[in-house]
């Protein structure tokens, strides 16, 4: 028997994860979500550190680097805990771009400082709502690890928004449409 090469090997992954899509989406599918959106933050934070511009520009550059370099510890962390789960995650720029649910725009390199950081409360706020239907995933597939490793993630958002909030003179959870849905 022949071994399989490496065209055949993806594939098999490939076609293994749109049946996942498909039918009944599992923790590591919505993690490929994930790494996709920590990847469209990798270039926008970048961006945003290189271009704000106004009085808050050392505070904001510095924070947008600190983001950016967390960003790829949790980017590594959350892959390496897919290989460790026996899941293929995402690793092409190709990959991350199409499972990415965040936007971006080459304009706002002219945005101000405040909307910089009001888009980066977005993104963070997207990625934590599919970062919660990922632990509750995790929890009815039995992951706890996996399950420990997304609650850590989210807290880490939830601190990272509550952060940023301030800096904008808002409280924590002000403008949060997820946590407005669940009042009611």
């Known amino acids: ?11 098999e992954e490939q076609e293994y994860k749109d049946h996942v899509h498909h039918t009944k989406i599992n923790a590591a599918a919505i993690t490929d ?3 996709g959106n920590i990847h469209t933050l990798h270039v926008k ?17 510095e924070k947008f680097e600190e983001l950016y370099d967390d960003n790829e510890k ?3 962390r959350l892959a390496e805990q897919l290989l460790a789960s026996g899941y293929k995650p995402a690793s092409t720029t190709k990959e991350l771009v199409e499972y990415s649910m965040l936007s971006e725009d080459p304009a706002d390199k002219y945005i101000k400082a405040e909307e ?3 888009n980066i409360i977005d993104d963070f706020r997207e990625t934590r709502e599919l970062t919660i239907r990922a632990i509750h995933l995790a929890q ?5 690890v996996f399950e420990d490793t997304l609650i850590e993630f989210k807290d ?5 928004i509550w952060m940023l909030q301030a800096f904008l003179g808002k ?3 002000e403008d949060d449409d997820y946590h407005d849905e669940e009042e009611d």
Do not use: I
């Open 1 to 11: 028997m022949s071994e399989k090469t490496p065209q055949e090997r993806l594939k």
């Open 33 to 35: 979500h994930l790494l």
């Open 45 to 61: 934070l970048h961006q945003y550190h290189w271009y704000v511009k106004g009085p808050h520009f050392f505070t904001l550059h």
């Open 74 to 76: 949790w980017f590594d």
């Open 116 to 118: 910089m950081v009001d």
């Open 140 to 144: 009815e597939e039995e992951n706890v």
């Open 156 to 160: 880490d958002l939830d601190t990272k």
């Open 171 to 173: 409280e924590a959870l």
